[in-house]
């Protein structure tokens, strides 16, 4: 990887000390990283400049890892002394079919860590893309300064075991209960036992799955962008594995 010429500039951002850089891919592959040097508190941009490099490359110190995105961006629900509040989640997942157990990874700092604490259970919504603003507004804004179910004009059906409402527009949910709490960095992983699923029958495929030509899925790609999910990129795959290597 080459350096190329580096423009002193001086910019404020606010955010924590290090050095930073941002990969931009061009067409031919190569990452152009305009780099900047930080001091703490209200950032002093000290130096600027671009790396170049063939887009192959390792690294070890690790600025952000989303490679595993695009995700399905959730909105996860806590209730605690009357109140509710929920927030957007990329990183979540199921972990077990039976006991069935989802598991969310939310940080110490959010409102939303301390309701589920307090209160042992969350719900997990699947909102559509024509419900980006709740979706996103719920990870922008934290609940320990605004009303989001207000603000937001959050539409709650009443869950059936837990205290904490679902959203009504979600295509899915989850009512969870807490049954483990795992440290994990700066987040905690909380694992839940879905003790309710609300879903709609109709918006299941013949095949049993989630139908992508009814469903606009909402996916977290990073960086404030969110993508679908295009149906007629679908494949079905064989199960054996002669048929499937034979398959072009
Ligand atoms: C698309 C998206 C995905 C997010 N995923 C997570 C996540 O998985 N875990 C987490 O702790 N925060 C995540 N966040 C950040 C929280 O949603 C955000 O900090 C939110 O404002 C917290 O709200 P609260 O303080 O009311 O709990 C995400 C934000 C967005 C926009």
């Not at 969110?226 to 007629?232: F, T």
């Amino acid at each position: 990887m080459t350096e190329m010429a580096a423009v002193p500039a001086v910019v404020e951002i606010n955010t924590v000390a290090g050095i930073g850089n941002l990969p931009l891919n061009n067409e031919k592959g190569t990452i152009f990283r305009p780099f900047f040097l930080y001091n703490y508190g209200f950032i002093r941009l000290i130096s600027i400049g671009l790396m170049e490099g063939n887009s192959s490359m390792i690294s070890t110190e690790i600025a952000g890892f989303y490679h595993f995105y695009p995700s399905i961006a959730a909105v996860i629900g806590a209730s605690f002394e009357n109140k509710t509040n929920f927030m957007a989640a990329a990183w979540h997942t199921g972990v077990s079919h039976s006991p069935p157990l989802y598991l969310v990874s939310v940080a110490p700092k959010r409102h939303t860590y301390d309701m589920i604490v307090r209160s042992g259970e969350f719900t997990v919504n699947f909102l559509p893309m024509d419900k980006l603003t709740i979706i996103h507004g719920s990870g922008i804004v934290s609940g320990a300064e605004i009303d989001k179910v207000n603000k937001l004009r959050i539409p709650l059906e009443e869950s059936i075991i837990v205290k904490c409402p679902t959203i009504e527009s979600a295509y899915a949910a989850y009512e969870c209960r807490v049954v483990h709490r795992y440290p994990a960095g700066d987040h905690s992983l909380f694992v839940g036992e879905v003790v309710a699923v609300h879903s709609d029958g109709s918006l299941i495929s013949e095949r049993g799955m989630l139908d992508p030509e009814q469903i606009d899925f909402a996916m977290y790609l990073g960086a404030n962008t969110y993508i679908s999910a295009n149906p007629d990129s679908m494949r079905v795959l064989p199960e054996d594995l002669e048929t499937l290597i034979n398959v072009r």
